[in-house]
Each structure stands twice: as structure tokens, then as C-alpha cells.
């Protein structure tokens, strides 16, 4: 990987460049943070042209590493006013990767109103119209593209509120089933949107193998790697059982499964929507209960949810997005919740967000709480179509909060609280308040250390241990997710010694490089301080390192916990 | 001036309350700030139970000085999220001035949907269910009160903006003609919708006159600040006869003037909307071209605007509204955009937010540019009812803009910026930018010495003195704010050395004190900083003392100007 792409929308021109000295040992979230931070002005407004939006897949991206095909996507967000990465499965990654390119970034605004395809081989990077795209969703899109290029092409995409540029729009990763993966969170399909770029397409013809240093090295990593991964009763067992989708029943039984936009901690139907009977359900009909994001996947946490008749309802169906429609916004049918993730992926807006806003819409009393009937028609013809009240939820919850002048609004840093309550389960807490992206629960995920006891064990009820906890794996996770490996290898390398030894071994094998441990933690540190760092520049400080005020003073039960650390607590988690 | 009431909306009771030692020299912005800051936590939610709303008349209200009659409004700004200070004329202050009430502060609020209207007499403060007036708009509300109490009836309301806690609802006050004055910026009418109430009666009937402790010193000095006001060009000669909107053609020629939603800094129909062609309209349909908006006003910048039968259209119709309406949303008819002013008194939003609002929604192309008609029922049938597209419009310029996803959005801390370009008129960007109440003309109104070489003359399309003129105008308006006192009484204050020494005296006169002018700077010095400490504790930094990006890169004809103050230069203004 040693080109860098550089698309100037301003005056539609390209320039390839050398990777510099200071870029070349970064990766995914790293180096596009690390670009992020070095070229858009903190304060630019994030859908102006000063804003750049960046795509680089892993360092280990395109080596036969498990686990390594996720591509990273850099932005001032329009969400959160924060630096952004989002990173996604999907094929995109591993085409650039093996074409040798270490990062593409998008810069300027064209001042026209047209839209551009960008098409990406081997000889470089060239704007199509894209005007007959305008209006489409994003699985019309891809199999506009599969028709015309054929099944292999790589397609990132934005549906009609990326185009609308609002704030919960995701960009779309066709995946090997020629489904969608989604850069998720912090509205860069908006950024996507701000370009005018509907669509890019990648054609690795001609591509050939990332090269790799010390190819037996490599071998006997990945081998231990691999069985690490197999091992581990997490990532190994759980995941490829039950998806994500296992965690209903565990955070309902650890009173920390938000129900009712974050009234209660248990959810009485939470067996309707668990993985157990999704896996059941999968089985019975006939779907597939196992399945990966990218090539190369051996966890295997998704899967394809069919219909009665065995037809595609949706795939790559998260815990989160099932937590937020089924038990945060009461529906209790999970092929309603599945139809709504099916369109999610179709209108192209983060299935988070789009779970959390349309509790708060229910909260506002726009929607009936467990209505899921009515939450695919909102999602289909307000959001996906960009009526008034589509733009509202369209824009996150924060601005559905807004509209309707509540107080329970769950964000931080304006994006939607994900499906771990704080109250009961701190170390989450403590990670939505520090994170650099606003709340997030992948940022530094103690639920493997408050619930799943992976890493050893910190008690999710009590203060103690929680900051050091949440600093850590957020240290960790932002190193890891430079690899361009998938968050959930964190289960092994918490628990299984020779697997994290072999993630640094394969990072060494394939640069030639003498990486120790310490190298890999002060990566993860540079990098959260760089974020950090743009996010003070853009105007934010300590004061916004802080939960919603309504988990002070609204115990949840069954514990009924609240949130109780004080400033100066939370404030610690950057003492390092 | 003796008594505080404490309103509890949790639990519906009321305290009347001695007035501290430390409060008892504050009145106006200077107490409402004061305790705002000491008793509503920063970080807390604008709508939740720990915001208050508080009232105080100035510490020269009810007094026979003239200009004296403002009330203060006070609370954390739902639409900024900074501390909020916001006084409008009316009858109310002198009212309560007279029964001795110092200030109003209410707080919690009712967790059953009911409404309530409070009902302030001599006997002290009752609450009075007020359910039958939900739905209502303030006209009507004024009305119905006048029909119950008769017309000498003190009234505060809100519409159904402010019901449904929208950002850029007002506070209205009824004024002497039974019309509306506003506590106009910064969403006022939302927290006090989030309070449950709907409206405020004041019988004064009991009230004696407010003691003066040195009556001849008082008389005195009351006869030389009249005559002042009287003598000065701007307040005696330019407000009276042309209003406010004298301002249209002034800050046309100076190219300061910001037309089609800040594009331009003049107006090619700016005759149509003009002060003189307003005052000829009034003068030939035999409307009033003079007229206070309380009693003991002497300027009578305000005025009442007729149709062609000489039927009512509004009063209280300013420069601000007139720019908005007029230059920045492009409506050529006078009517047109006295009728929508009509309508943001009735409905009740702040009539700059409003304007400014409308203009966004434009260049979003919600609305056609210039359709005077369309905002109409924009303003009575979307915001007026809180239909999906009245919730955007409703909570402000900001809003707009996200939802719409564009990038020239005119906003400070998320307030509309008013009618001065700060390109063109560069004091007045450095007061948008510092102010602690976001993007406010009045809050430091550099057009005196820009524009109308009050006070001085400093060049506005240089930097040279507008982060000193600012700091000075702003430290003295925060305590002109505190007596009660109309804005424009700083037209002769800057230019008339008797005029402040009067201004003093009253002070004096009336509590037998023996305050200096160092005195009175030090009072608005400290108040800005209370201000600007409960800012920053609720998470603003240097960082949002900036202007939008887009005045940095678009130069504004004819003088093309662009914002270029650096951060450095900016962030001076606190050097004091």
C-alpha cells in the first residue's frame, strides 16, 4: 500500500501521491484520524468543502490475517461537531488494499449541482455522472452496479438522506453476498453527500497479493492467531451461534438492557427478540445462522434473517439494532425489527442512530411505542424520502429531542446512546462520556470486562476500576482498530496470551517491522490524543465529557442505579 | 423592591422570600444572571426540572425615569445553552415593581400534563389551572385575560410555540395598548412551556409608588437625563420619527446591510422597506409613527402599523424584523412583512430568530425567495401548530440548517445572527462572537460608533478598535441592562457627558447610595462574568467565539469584506 489518492471535487481532479514518512506505519483509524487532524480545520463546517472525508482499509487489510477486511472512514462529523471514524466489513477494503492503496481522501465541494460516481482501478481514479443515480436507495445501487460491472465490483454508496446530507446517514459497503456493511455512526454519508459523491466503485482487475515481508512468520500467526479467535468461548462458541444478538438475554439478566428510551434496565419480552430465538428462528426457516461481513472472516457473528418463506430479510443483524427497536422502542416482532434493519441498510442511515431516534420519535409521541409497522413506513417514506418530519429524525435523535422539547434525549456529544445502559453497567458510561466520537459503545467495550467477564472482572454496579478499565480498552481499540481487524478480536487478546503476541507478529511479518506491545498501546494512545486534540480545537472541552443530566436523577431498575461519577472522576480517563 | 417569590412547580408551592444582602444592589440582567448562575447547574437540561425562569424589573423600574420600564427574563437558553438574558417593555415590570417584587423565580417542574397560569397579586402568587388556554395564541390569550380582569390586567404568555417548547419561542408582554412586547431571544417561551405555564396575570391593584429616597435629587436628575434623550439626534429626532427601521437605508449606503441570507451587504429594494417609507405609509393611512412601548417612554422608537383602512396590522415593528423579513428573505412588501410580524407576536417567537429562520428555510428552498404570502402560513398554519416542518422552523436558524443540510447557516451558539453584516460592520461581529448570549446585536451595539459615529468613530471594514469598542459597549449594556433601563439610552449616554452622570444620579436618588461611574463599570463587568464563568461550566470554550466559517471564505459585495479577525485577536475581548 503505497499510494494515496487525493480528490479534489472542487476542480474534479486526482492526484496520486507517495505515502509520507510520518504515514507510513498508520492504518485504518489511525491514519485517517491521523489525516483528519492534519488538514480540515477543527472549526470548518462539517458539510462545507473544507472538510475531507478519508477511506483507509488496515494495515493488515488484504493479507490473509483473520479478520483484518475492515475499511475506516475519517470525517469531521455533522453528527457530533467531533472527529469521526466509522469502519466497516464489506469487500471494499481488501480490493484497495491489495491495489495498493493506503488512503483515499476527499476534498473540496463541487459547486454545480451534479452528482459524481468515482471509479477506482488500476489506473487510477476517474469521475463519472452520476445525476441518473440521484433519488435511488442504496440496494438499487448496487445492483445497478453489479448489472453493469459485474458481481465483483466494489461499491460504497450513500442512500437519499446521504444525499439529503442528514445527520444519521451512513456510507453503504457492498459485502461478498452483495449485501450491505455500513460505516455506521456519525453521519459520513452526510460528508459523502456534502461531495456530491453518490457512489464509488473499485475494479481490482489487475490487482495483485499485498506483499508481505516474512511470509512464514506470517503463516505461523495467523494459524495461532486464528485458533485464538476459535478458542475462545466468546468469539468462538457464542458469536457464530447467536450473532451479537446473544447479548438480549445477558444484559437483560444484568438489569442493563435499556427498555422504554432508557426507563427500565430488564425488557419483559425479551426472549421474542433474543439471538436464541433468532437463531432458532434462522434455523427454522431456513436462513443462515453463520456468515461473515468480509472474506476472510472466521467468527462468523452474522447472519441472514429470512422470511417464512425463506426469502432475504436482512443480514448483518446487530444486538444494537435489535436492543434499540426491540426492547428500547417496545417491538416485540423481530421480522418487524429485521424489516426495519433491512431498510436502515436500504435508505442508508446508521441502524443505531435510526434505533435510538425512533424510540425518542415515541417518546415525543410521533410514533406509538412498538409500533414497528409504523416504523418501516417512517423509515420508507419520511426519512428514506426527505418529507419535514424525515428530515427531523433523519438528523439523529438529538434533533428529534430538539423538535419535540424533551429532556430524556439520549446522546452524547449529540449521537444516540447505544444498547448498554450506563446506570447499570458504568465502565459503558464512562466510555459514551470520553469517548472522541461521542457515545459509542465500540470505543472502548467494558461490556467484555463488566458482563462477560473477558479480561478479567469489574463489578458493572460499582465506580471502582471503571475509568482505568474504559482507558485501557479505549487505548487498545484504537490501535486495533488501525489493523483494519474487526473489534471483536479483542475477546482472544484479552484472555488468551498468544493471540495478541500473534496480532504484533503479523503486523512485523508484514512490514519487516520489530513491534513490542508497548509500541501497540503508544499507538493507541497517540492516536486517542490526536482525536482528542482536534475535538478541544473544534470547541470542545472537559464540560462536554458528560451523560445526559436525566441518568443522575432517574434510577433504573431493577437496580435502580444512577449515573454518579463526578466530573473530576471522569475527568481522570485523560490522565494518561 | 423587598421581595423574591420562589414558585416550585414540582410541588405547586409558593415562597416569598426577603431579598438577600448580595442580590439587594442587583436588578435587571444583573440579578436575573446572578441567580441563574448560582442556583441552575450548568450542564443541567434547558427543559428539564433544574432550570429556572427568572423576572426582574431594573433597579430604576417603576420609578419616574424615564425609559425605566423593562423586565428582565432569565434562564439557560434552550436554543444556545448558554446563560440567557432577555428584557422587553411592556407593563409588567412596573407593575411589579410597584408591588415590591424584586424578582420571580420559578423552578421544578409539574410532572402531571396540567397548565397552569399564575395569578400575582398584593396577597401574593396563586396557581390557576389554565388548561382552557392551551392551544391558544398570546392575542387571544391577552384578550380573554382583559375580559376577566379588565385592561389594566399585567399578562406573560406564551403561544403554542412556546407550549410546545420550541427554541425560538418568546415570552410576550402585554403592553399599555393591549399589544405585545417580547422577551424575544433565546427561547425563553420554551422553558417557561416546560414549566407548565401558560400564562402570567398581574393585578396591582394595592401597589403603592416605588420609595425614592432623595425625591429632589431624583426630580433633578431625572429632568436632566429627558432632556438628553431629547437633545440627541439619534433619540430624539431619528427614533421618534422613523423607528428603528430608520436603519434599513443607513446600513444599505454603508454595505452593511445583509440580503438573500447574508450574501450581499445591500438591498436593491431597500427604499420599498425603508423607515422613511414606512413612516410616509403610517403618516398616510393614519397609523400612530410615534409610540412607547411603556409608560415613561420618551423616545417612542415604536409605532403602529396600519392597513390601507386604517385597521391594525402590528406595532413594535422593527429594524431587525423589517431587515430579516425585508432584505434578508428578499419580501418587497411593507405589508407583507408587517402581517408576519403580526403573526410572531401572536404566535409568539422572537421576531428576529424568526426572520432570520425564514431566510435559512429559503436558501434550503422550502420556501420560495421573497414569498411574503408563503411565510404567512408558514408562520400561522406550520410553526403556529407544530406540524413536522414548524418543529424545525420553530426551534431556529440552526436547526433549519441541519435538518436542510446547509452549510450558510447565520448563527452564533446556535442564535440567528441579526441584522448587520459582520463582514461589513466589524464591531458587531466581535460582539456576535463574544457575547455570552450567542449572535445578539444588543448584547455590545457597535452600529453607534461604526455606523452613527456615537461615542466616537471607529471605521468598520478595519479591525483597528472593534475588540475594545465591543468590550466597552458590552460591559457597559450589561449594566444598563441591570436598571431598567431602554437600550437607547446609550445614544446620549455616549455623547452627552451629563446624560450618564444623570443616569447615576437617579441610581443614587433612589436608593441613597453613592455609586461612581468606575462603580457602574465594575457592575457590568462583573455581570458579563458571571455570565461567561456559567458558559464555560456548561461547556463553552474560546473555540465558540467564533463566527460561521462560510464569513471567512465569502466576501460580501459591495465592499467585499471577509471575517478575517484572527482567534488571538477574538479571544482579547476577555482581557479585562
Redesign the interface.
Known amino acids: 500500500m503505497n499510494k494515496i489518492f487525493r480528490i479534489n471535487m472542487s476542480n474534479l481532479t486526482t492526484k496520486c501521491e507517495s505515502v509520507p514518512e510520518e504515514w507510513a506505519g498508520l492504518g485504518g483509524r489511525g491514519l485517517t484520524s491521523t489525516i483528519v487532524a492534519a488538514e480540515v480545520?477543527?472549526?470548518?463546517?462539517p458539510?462545507?468543502p473544507?472538510n475531507k472525508l478519508v477511506f483507509a482499509p488496515g494495515l493488515l487489510t488484504g493479507t490473509p490475517a483473520a479478520q483484518s477486511g475492515r475499511l475506516s472512514a475519517g470525517a469531521k462529523s455533522?453528527l457530533t461537531g467531533t472527529i469521526k471514524e466509522s469502519n466497516a466489513g464489506g469487500t471494499a477494503a481488501q480490493q484497495l488494499a491489495r491495489m495498493g492503496i493506503k488512503a483515499i481522501i476527499i476534498e473540496g465541494a463541487p459547486t454545480e449541482d451534479k452528482w459524481y460516481r468515482l471509479h477506482i482501478t488500476m489506473d487510477g481514479i476517474t469521475f463519472e455522472a452520476a445525476d441518473s443515480l440521484v433519488g435511488k436507495q442504496n440496494f438499487a445501487i448496487i445492483d445497478e452496479m453489479i448489472d453493469t460491472f459485474g458481481p465483483k465490483i466494489g461499491v460504497l454508496s450513500i442512500g437519499v438522506p446521504g444525499e439529503?446530507?442528514?445527520?444519521a446517514a451512513n456510507i453503504s459497503v457492498k459485502d461478498p453476498d452483495q449485501k450491505i456493511r455500513s460505516h455506521g455512526r456519525g453521519g459520513l454519508g452526510?460528508v459523502m453527500?456534502?461531495k456530491k459523491i453518490k457512489c464509488i466503485t473499485i475494479d481490482d482487475t489487475g490487482a495483485s497479493k499485498v506483499p508481505i515481508a516474512d511470509p512464514d512468520k506470517f503463516r505461523a500467526a495467523a494459524k495461532i492467531f486464528a485458533k485464538s479467535l476459535l478458542d475462545h468461548p466468546v468469539s468462538g462458541e457464542g458469536l457464530p451461534t447467536y450473532g451479537t444478538n446473544i447479548l438480549i438475554n445477558i444484559l437483560n439478566e444484568a438489569g442493563g438492557l435499556p427498555t422504554k428510551n432508557f426507563r427500565y434496565g430488564q425488557c419483559e419480552h425479551h426472549e421474542k427478540i433474543s439471538g436464541e430465538t433468532m437463531h432458532d428462528t434462522i434455523v427454522e426457516r431456513g436462513g443462515k445462522h453463520k456468515h461473515g461481513c468480509h472474506a476472510g472472516c472466521i467468527i462468523q457473528c452474522s447472519q441472514v434473517y429470512v422470511d417464512r418463506a425463506g426469502g432475504y430479510i436482512t443480514s448483518g443483524f446487530e444486538y444494537e439494532t435489535i436492543w434499540g427497536l426491540g426492547a428500547n422502542a417496545m417491538i416485540e416482532d423481530l421480522d418487524d425489527i429485521a424489516k426495519c434493519d433491512n431498510l436502515m441498510d436500504d435508505i442508508g442511515i446508521d441502524s443505531i442512530e435510526g434505533a435510538v431516534l425512533l424510540a425518542t420519535a415515541m417518546e415525543a409521541g410521533v410514533i406509538p411505542w412498538g409500533d414497528g409497522k409504523e416504523c418501516q413506513r417512517v423509515l420508507r417514506d419520511e426519512i428514506g424520502k426527505g418529507?419535514?418530519?424525515g428530515?427531523?429524525l433523519g438528523?439523529g435523535t438529538g434533533?428529534v429531542g430538539?423538535?419535540?422539547?424533551?429532556?430524556r434525549?439520549p446522546v452524547v456529544k449529540n449521537q444516540g446512546i447505544p444498547a448498554y445502559d450506563p446506570r447499570s453497567v458504568k465502565g459503558i458510561g464512562i466510555t459514551y462520556a470520553t469517548s472522541t466520537m461521542g457515545a459509542d459503545h465500540t470505543a472502548g467495550y467494558t461490556i467484555a470486562t463488566n458482563i462477560l467477564k473477558v479480561g478479567g472482572y469489574v463489578d458493572p454496579l460499582t465506580k471502582d476500576g471503571q475509568v482505568e478499565l474504559s482507558r485501557n480498552l479505549q487505548i487498545a481499540t484504537a490501535a486495533v482498530d488501525s489493523t483494519g481487524m474487526c473489534v471483536f478480536i479483542a475477546f482472544p487478546a484479552l484472555d488468551i496470551p498468544e493471540s495478541f503476541t500473534a496480532l504484533i507478529d503479523l503486523l512485523n511479518a508484514t512490514y519487516g517491522l520489530d513491534l513490542t506491545a508497548d509500541d501497540v498501546t503508544e499507538l493507541g494512545k497517540k492516536i486517542l490524543k490526536i482525536e482528542h486534540d482536534f475535538n478541544?480545537?473544534?470547541?470542545?472541552?472537559k464540560?462536554?465529557d458528560?451523560l445526559?443530566?436525566?441518568f443522575s436523577y432517574e434510577p433504573i431498575p431493577p437496580h435502580n442505579a444512577v449515573w454518579d461519577f463526578t466530573d473530576e472522576e471522569i475527568d481522570e480517563f485523560w490522565d494518561f
Chains 1, 2 share one sequence.
Request: glycine content about 10%; charged content about 15%; aromatic content about 8%.
Open positions: 480545520p477543527p472549526r470548518c463546517h458539510l462545507g473544507n455533522p439529503m446530507r442528514m445527520c452526510a453527500g456534502s418529507t419535514p418530519l428530515r427531523i438528523n434533533m430538539t423538535a419535540y422539547g424533551l429532556v434525549v478541544t480545537a473544534a470547541g470542545f472541552s464540560q462536554d458528560r445526559p443530566e436525566f
